[in-house]
């Protein structure tokens, strides 16, 4: 009796214990989600439901993110950004060329794909390049500085980072005047990349020969959605019919790709809208931050950024002021900065630990570095421009 009370009660520990490492690992993955989650419900204790709770969404920002997230899984299914990324760093034949193929490849994705997708599609390369060729060594510096075009490729297009696309439409921006907005602070991160990637030695370099097929119906169709979700973005069509047809098409080509969707990103936007629809509900808040912005909402939203991350901080700050260009401005650079002030950071340190053996304190020290020095430089910049 005595020995079958000690195995249910080790059964018991074991269950337990299993619950907790699972649970552990989901908090690891999805930090920003979980924060965003107990952030919501926190306010939902100041400010209990009721009916005004519907107008704190955007549902226009939801469906578009939702429709480029599912058409760049459908293309990343059939390896087409592999296969464009292949081709561009097999021209080049030392390591310098080829880590500012690699960066290049991000910066440019993320204008096209959003920044946490470029990520999650060239980070791999990078780490396959850099670890074929015995090149391991660079491996920090690759994944920073693509990190850091991620973030900052991203904010010359209205969907290349998600603050962007909520602020695009929660302001009704003139396509023409955002990006007007965004070229100078853009151009000069261009620049910095470019001359930070310069000081790394030109070693001999060679990638080995890997032949992918493009399946090219599909490939045909997949790009035709993704001009559908950017004409979406534009304000071209309405994006209900984006909801409807890209949906119908992946479910018959590529359910996986419905599948893979970063639902916990759509999901993390919906709590932070309701985090900061009722933050802006509270009456100290309303004061506090409308003093803030009034005075200068470059700085705010730059300094807001490397606390509760860009994306929370754009919906929070867009609720106490009408100055967008500043704003814009300022949580797009805002994004390079701490760890946590961006997701696609986050994601980058996830992707590093877990396909490296390298130090993270190091890499830490190493990645504050960069996007510190990025951060003061684009900060000083704009302060006079904005």
């Not at 990349?193 to 001999?204: A, D, R």
């Not at 309303?286 to 929370?312: D, R, T």
């Amino acid at each position: 009796m005595h020995s079958a009370t000690k195995k249910h009660e080790s059964h018991r520990h074991h269950i337990f214990s299993s619950v907790c490492q699972h649970a552990l690992g989901f908090v690891k993955k999805n930090a920003v989600l979980c924060i965003a989650t107990v952030a919501a419900i926190v306010t939902c204790c100041i400010v209990p439901p009721d009916s005004k709770y519907l107008a704190y969404f955007d549902w226009k920002t939801l469906t578009c993110l939702f429709c480029v997230l599912a058409v760049v899984c459908a293309l990343r299914n059939i390896r087409f950004f592999t296969f464009l990324a292949r081709k561009i760093v097999s021209v080049f034949k030392n390591t310098r060329a080829s880590i500012l193929a690699l960066v290049y490849i991000t910066f440019l994705g993320s204008m096209l794909i959003a920044n946490d997708m470029a990520l999650l599609t060239f980070l791999p390369l990078g780490y396959f390049v850099l670890s074929s060729t015995g090149k391991q060594k660079y491996m920090a510096f690759t994944f920073i500085m693509q990190n850091v075009a991620a973030n900052l490729g991203g904010m010359l297009t209205p969907f290349g980072n998600p603050q962007n696309l909520y602020l695009y439409t929660k302001f009704n921006i003139p396509t023409g005047a955002f990006v007007a907005t965004m070229l100078p602070p853009f151009c000069i991160s261009v620049a910095l990349i470019t001359l930070c990637c310069m000081f790394v030695k030109k070693e001999p370099l060679a990638l080995e020969e890997e032949k992918i097929v493009l399946p090219k119906v599909k490939t045909v169709i997949y790009l035709l959605l993704f001009a559908l979700s950017i004409i979406i973005v534009f304000r071209v069509i309405p994006f209900w019919i984006g909801l409807i047809v890209i949906p119908i098409f992946l479910l018959f080509m590529d359910r996986n790709a419905l599948q893979k969707v970063d639902y916990g990103l759509l999901l993390t936007f919906v709590m932070f809208f309701i985090f900061s629809g009722n933050m802006a509900r509270i009456p100290a808040v309303q004061s506090l931050f409308g003093s803030l912005m009034a005075k200068n909402p470059l700085l705010v939203s730059v300094l807001s950024c490397q606390i509760i991350s860009n994306v929370p901080s754009a919906i929070l700050l867009s609720q106490f002021t009408t100055n967008w260009r500043a704003l814009l401005v300022g949580v797009n650079i805002g994004g390079v900065g701490t760890l946590i002030s961006s997701l696609a950071s986050l994601i980058t340190f996830r992707e590093y630990t877990s396909k490296t053996n390298g130090s993270a304190g190091k890499y830490i020290l190493l990645f504050s570095a960069f996007n510190f020095a990025f951060l003061g430089v684009l900060t000083v910049v704009e302060y006079f421009l904005v």
